[in-house]
């Protein structure tokens, strides 16, 4: 006498790998240097009451380092150029409102304006101008890198100050045998990834790139 055994029918998941190796990116990074000449000041971290050191998370905007540069900033005269501003901004207000009660002509107002533009111009490029004594993050990011200079130490422009990346997200480039291109898919996961630590992703998009056979 034969006895069988019956099992109800389950669904199972599996698993099927490829393997191949590729070297993991960041989706953005960037190199910090100054876009002026003028003496090193290394800003405090507002999260860790210390100075910005590499390894540190900054936020997009955050001031990362200081330039001093007197004789640039005198040569800006951004106290002259905002007082100039305000004067400008005001005779054109007087002006518009003479031109309502036909007290001057359209002429004198279009003068008016035009200095006002200018002097508004003229204050603009005076804010730039000073901006680039000031080293910020430009998004959110890790300081992977930062360049070691005593405090007041003379920079010049161009000179190097660090390295920013964001790791939220990473990206790969990745070598595949042809054999393999066909079970390869967008959305397909990824795991097992050798790194620092255990990282899960995404395929993005599949390129069979071959040489036609001649």
């Known amino acids: ?15 099927e790998y490829v393997t191949a190796t590729g070297t993991v990116q960041a989706r953005q990074e960037a190199r910090l240097r100054c876009l002026q000449s003028g003496s090193y000041r290394l800003q405090t971290n507002p999260r860790t009451g210390e100075p910005v050191a590499m390894g540190d998370q900054v936020r997009e905007g955050e001031l990362i380092v200081a330039l001093v540069n007197p004789e640039l900033v ?8 905002e007082l100039a501003f305000t004067s400008a901004q005001r005779e054109y207000e007087k002006q518009r409102a003479l031109l309502e009660k036909g007290g001057i002509t359209l002429r004198e107002l279009i003068l008016a304006e035009r200095a006002f533009i200018d002097a508004r111009y003229s204050l603009e490029n005076a804010h730039l101008q000073l901006a ?11 300081l ?3 360049v070691h ?5 003379l920079l010049e422009m161009g000179a190097e100050l660090g390295q920013i ?5 990473l990206y790969a480039e990745v070598s595949l045998p042809d054999k393999e291109i066909g079970r390869v898919e967008p959305a397909i996961h990824r795991q097992n990834l050798h790194l620092l ?18």
């Open 132 to 142: 680039k004594l000031e080293v910020r993050a430009p998004f959110d990011g890790i």
């Open 149 to 153: 200079y005593g405090p007041d130490q």
């Open 197 to 214: 630590a255990h990282v899960q992703g995404q395929t993005r998009h599949v390129v069979a790139d071959r040489f036609a056979g001649g």
């Open 165 to 169: 990346m964001e790791y939220a997200e």
């Open 74 to 81: 005198n040569q800006v005269s951004l106290d002259s150029k």
């Open 1 to 15: 006498m034969t006895t069988y055994t019956t099992q109800a029918d389950t669904l199972a998941t599996w698993q």
């Open 144 to 146: 992977v890198d930062l």
